[in-house]
Structures are given as structure tokens and as C-alpha cells.
């Protein structure tokens, strides 16, 4: 009897040690910047409103690393200097690396999902904010101003559009983790600072319609919708 319960702690203490090992996060970063040698890099989560510090460490010759425990997988704020990144804090190896005010994070399957969509997202604001450079080089050419703004807002309603699936597939197909809550109340508090009131649109409508019990439950959707009901 001895030897088995011996058996059984010793296997336990195994599965806890895996456990534990799982449950970390490993942040490693590359600054090919040196202005921000000496710098703190902070990771901030966002508490009732207020930015509430997870973890920091200094850059030292362009390098910096942070690890820890992971209670559970969350969306957090890396502020570094100018930058100010979103990343999922979950098990795993995090890189983050930055030259010539890109940032680039790989290497976990959230992040790496995070960032395909902030990618193709950040193609089409690109899109979008080359509109009025795109009008004025066509006037200068000498298109009809009626014609100009015809054909630009048709682009403009196209890409808008574009805009609003992408986001939409990206929400639907993360009902289950933290990005599809994450990026549901961007668009929420993104209608919230135009209007200057909780309401929905007609994408957030959409989504909510579609989203499955766990995902209208979370507790920061749940004070939003009922935020919009008594508006």
C-alpha cells in the first residue's frame, strides 16, 4: 500500500510540475532601436477603466524578457514607448520584435491569429486613409470632381465593407477565446467614443445575434447590452 501511494504522489507531483510548465508565459523581445535602451516595457491590463500592471522590465542593450505564472489566458496592453500592442498572455513563447516602427508578435497560436487579422485590418485602413491623397492627385489630373468623389466612394463603401466582414469573421470564428470578446467590445467602445453613449450598430447587432450563451454571458458584454437597453 505504501509503495503505491508513494507511486501516486510521485505522479502527481509530475502532472503538477506539467501543469505548472503549461501554465507560464514567456515573453521574449528584440528592439533594433537603441533610443530605447534603458526603457521600461510595461504589460498593462485594463481594470475598471484603469490600466492595471501585470508585469515590466528594462531593455538592455536592445533585449528584453518577461515570464510568469498564467492563472488565465488574457488580453493585454504592451507599452513601450510609443508603442502600445495588444497581445495575448498565454502559455508559450511570445516574440515580439521591432525595427523601423514596425512591431511584429509570433510564436503562440492566439497571437499569431491576433496579428494575421491586425495585418490584413491595418492593409485596409491603409486603404482608406490614401482616399483623399487618391482625390486630389485625380483632380490635378484633370477628372470631373463629380466623377472623382463617384468612383472614391464606391471605393470607400467597398472597403468599409470589407472592413466590417473581416472583423465580423474574426469575432465569429473566436467566439470561444478571449479574441472574440477582446475585439466585440473594441467595436462597442468604438460606438460608445462616436456617439458619446452605449448603443449598438448594426455589425455589433449581427455578432451579438450570432454569438453562442458563453460568449453573451461575459460580464463586460452583459453591462454594455444592458448599458444600450437603457440608453
Not at 500592471?53 to 524578457?65: L, M, N
Not at 471605393?155 to 469575432?171: G, H, K, V
Not at 479574441?179 to 451579438?208: A, H, K
Request: charged share 20%; hydrophobic share 35%; net charge negative.
Amino acid at each position: 500500500m505504501r509503495a503505491f501511494t508513494s507511486a501516486v504522489s510521485v505522479l502527481s507531483a509530475i502532472m503538477l510540475l506539467a501543469t505548472s510548465c503549461a501554465d507560464k508565459y514567456n515573453i521574449i523581445g528584440t528592439s533594433m532601436q537603441s533610443i530605447y535602451d534603458g526603457k521600461m516595457v510595461y504589460l498593462n491590463q485594463l481594470v475598471d477603466g484603469k490600466d492595471a500592471s501585470v508585469d515590466s522590465c528594462e531593455i538592455v542593450h536592445g533585449q528584453f524578457s518577461m515570464s510568469g505564472n498564467l492563472d488565465s489566458v488574457m488580453c493585454v496592453t504592451l507599452d513601450m514607448g510609443d508603442f502600445h500592442l495588444p497581445i495575448v498572455l498565454e502559455s508559450g513563447d511570445i516574440r515580439v520584435s521591432s525595427a523601423n516602427q514596425s512591431i511584429k508578435v509570433e510564436g503562440t497560436p492566439l497571437n499569431d491569429r491576433l496579428y494575421t487579422f491586425l495585418t490584413s485590418r491595418d492593409s485596409l485602413i491603409m486603404l482608406l486613409t490614401d482616399l483623399p491623397r487618391r482625390e486630389s492627385q485625380m483632380i490635378l489630373e484633370g477628372y470631373a470632381h463629380d466623377d472623382v468623389l463617384r468612383t472614391l466612394g464606391e471605393e470607400e463603401a467597398e472597403l468599409r465593407m470589407a472592413m466590417d466582414r473581416l472583423e465580423t469573421n474574426f469575432i465569429t470564428s473566436n467566439f470561444d477565446n478571449v479574441l472574440g470578446v477582446s475585439w466585440f467590445m473594441e467595436l462597442c467602445n468604438d460606438t460608445y467614443q462616436r456617439l458619446g453613449y452605449p448603443n449598438t450598430t448594426p455589425q455589433i447587432d449581427e455578432i451579438y445575434s450570432r454569438a453562442p450563451e458563453q460568449f453573451r454571458s461575459n460580464p463586460n458584454i452583459q453591462e454594455y447590452m444592458k448599458q444600450c437597453e437603457g440608453k
